[in-house]
């Protein structure tokens, strides 16, 4: 009588249907990370990325077979140094972050950058003025040599400037 298409199985008609999306999202995706991987590769000169990019947008079934035959594995060394470079900004932002917040301090912020915290703090009321005093005294304590005694009178002279 004839032969039978897919299309005469509703059930095998849906399984191609989705398969062909399947096959035509993966596609996408590959030619996104192609596009990205020109970009981002810091060997290749400007001639060269508008080159491979012209060629992977002009005819892109065949720049892609082309871009991952020819640059498949560097692109895989690539995205591995890329995805190490996040997680070391991320780690160094932690350390930063959880550094920063304690007695000393990070080294990038200064006596001014802490005192200006400590005054916001006191004035949310997040601290008493005796809290504030004794952080301040903490604070310009490092830079005086004999400790405490000259702290209190820096903070005494200071305080009350502050205040008006």
Avoid: C, N
């Amino acid at each position: 009588m004839g032969t039978y298409l897919a299309y005469d199985y509703p059930l095998l008609g849906a399984f191609w249907t989705m398969l062909w999306l399947f096959l035509w999202i993966l596609w996408f995706i590959l030619l996104f990370r192609i596009i990205v991987d020109i970009f981002r590769d810091d060997d290749m000169g400007g001639w060269g990325k508008a080159g491979w990019l012209a060629f992977v947008i002009l005819l892109p079934f065949l720049g892609v077979l082309v871009y991952v035959i020819a640059r498949g594995k560097s692109m895989g060394g690539r995205e591995l140094r890329h995805a190490r470079a996040q997680q070391k900004a991320f780690d160094d932002y932690v350390r930063e972050t959880a550094s920063g917040g304690g007695a000393g301090g990070g080294a990038a912020r200064s006596h001014a950058d802490e005192l200006a915290r400590l005054s916001e703090l006191r004035t949310r009321g997040d601290i008493t003025e005796e809290e504030f005093r004794r952080a301040k005294a903490l604070v310009l304590g490092d830079d005086a040599p004999s400790g405490s005694a000259s702290a209190s009178t820096t903070t005494a002279d200071t305080g009350g400037a502050s205040r008006s």
